[in-house]
């Protein structure tokens, strides 16, 4: 059943994705839709915020259908090694400002966060299986330093629903370096950010480091995604990290 869910999503995503490019093809470049995405296998699902990390291997799988100045961006993520869920979100984005320096994005989505529980029932124990519901909006400005340097701010609010945490915030100040030529075709994507995380009545500070390596013209690429907690009493560890193989289209 699992594996059967997981197929079908599958088959979902390809089908979105061969109808908006022939919608492309038929609308011509004044209606232009965009489709891109992204096909990602890691051996530790971690996350920002850590009530919503997996800690075992993970597949996610992205999508982006952009028309103008909006885009519907889902991502489905499962666990490797069962196929169960994790976690689905629906990023609707509007880009509020395009220039050449200066660009501003919001967006909201609605989340299911996956999870496994077990309970002792007449002495047998059930599993049984659960689905926590958040919504979240956020802001994005960036501004470009130069074409391989950029800097931004990044904030957003959850609020949830039937689950323990009912509110986190999130407020990140990052950096991107993107299209470092190593030579050979190869280049290398840093993205360093220091972050703020409050959860409820906990917060914290914490810092990340994104490194993706990738070859032009070729679709696959490898990021590694370190985490560092600063000074937080939400619980966590202190060092996380993980290696993900992607697959771009």
Same mark, same amino acid.
């Given at each position: 059943?699992k594996?059967?869910?997981?197929?079908?999503l599958?088959?979902?995503?390809?089908?979105?994705v061969?109808?908006?490019?022939n919608d492309?093809?038929q609308q011509?470049?004044?209606?232009k839709?965009?489709?891109?995405?992204?096909i990602?296998?890691?051996?530790?699902g971690i996350?920002?915020?850590?009530a919503?990390?997996?800690?075992?291997?993970?597949?996610?799988?992205?999508l982006?259908?952009?028309?103008?100045?909006?885009?519907?961006?889902?991502?489905?993520?499962?666990?490797l090694?069962?196929?169960?869920?994790?976690?689905f979100v629906?990023?609707?984005k $509007?880009?509020?400002i395009?220039?050449?320096?200066?660009? !501003?994005?919001?967006?909201?989505?609605? @989340? =299911?966060?996956?999870? #496994? %529980?077990?309970?002792?029932?007449?002495g047998?124990?059930?599993?049984?299986?659960?689905?926590?519901?958040?919504?979240?909006?956020?802001?994005?400005?960036s501004?470009?330093?130069s074409?391989?340097?950029?800097?931004?701010i990044?904030?957003?609010?959850?609020?949830?629903?039937?689950?323990?945490?009912?509110?986190?915030?999130?407020?990140?100040?990052?950096?991107?370096?993107?299209?470092?030529?190593l030579?050979g075709?190869? $280049?290398?994507?840093?993205?360093?950010?220091?972050?703020? !995380?409050?959860n409820d009545?906990?917060? @914290? =500070?914490?810092?990340? #480091? %994104?490194?993706?390596?990738?070859?032009?013209?070729?679709?696959?690429?490898?990021?590694?995604?370190?985490?560092k907690k600063l000074?937080s009493?939400?619980?966590s560890?202190?060092?996380?990290w993980?290696?993900?193989?992607?697959?771009?289209?």
């Amino acid at each position: 059943m699992k594996k059967s869910i997981t197929l079908y999503l599958c088959l979902w995503l390809a089908s979105i994705v061969a109808y908006s490019q022939n919608d492309t093809i038929q609308q011509g470049t004044t209606n232009k839709i965009i489709v891109s995405g992204a096909i990602s296998a890691t051996n530790n699902g971690i996350s920002l915020v850590p009530a919503f990390s997996l800690e075992k291997p993970a597949t996610i799988f992205d999508l982006a259908v952009r028309k103008n100045k909006f885009s519907f961006e889902p991502q489905l993520a499962f666990g490797l090694e069962d196929a169960k869920p994790w976690y689905f979100v629906f990023w609707l984005k $509007y880009k509020l400002i395009e220039s050449s320096k200066f660009n !501003l994005g919001v967006g909201v989505h609605p @989340g =299911f966060l996956f999870s #496994t %529980s077990y309970l002792n029932v007449g002495g047998i124990t059930k599993e049984y299986f659960t689905t926590a519901r958040f919504f979240v909006g956020a802001i994005a400005p960036s501004y470009s330093l130069s074409k391989k340097v950029s800097i931004g701010i990044y904030y957003q609010l959850s609020r949830g629903y039937n689950i323990d945490l009912r509110q986190s915030q999130f407020l990140g100040i990052n950096g991107n370096f993107s299209d470092l030529g190593l030579g050979g075709g190869l $280049y290398v994507k840093i993205n360093p950010q220091i972050y703020y !995380l409050k959860n409820d009545n906990l917060d @914290g =500070f914490y810092a990340n #480091t %994104s490194i993706t390596l990738s070859k032009k013209g070729f679709p696959f690429s490898i990021s590694s995604l370190l985490n560092k907690k600063l000074n937080s009493d939400i619980p966590s560890k202190n060092f996380i990290w993980n290696t993900t193989l992607s697959y771009t289209f």
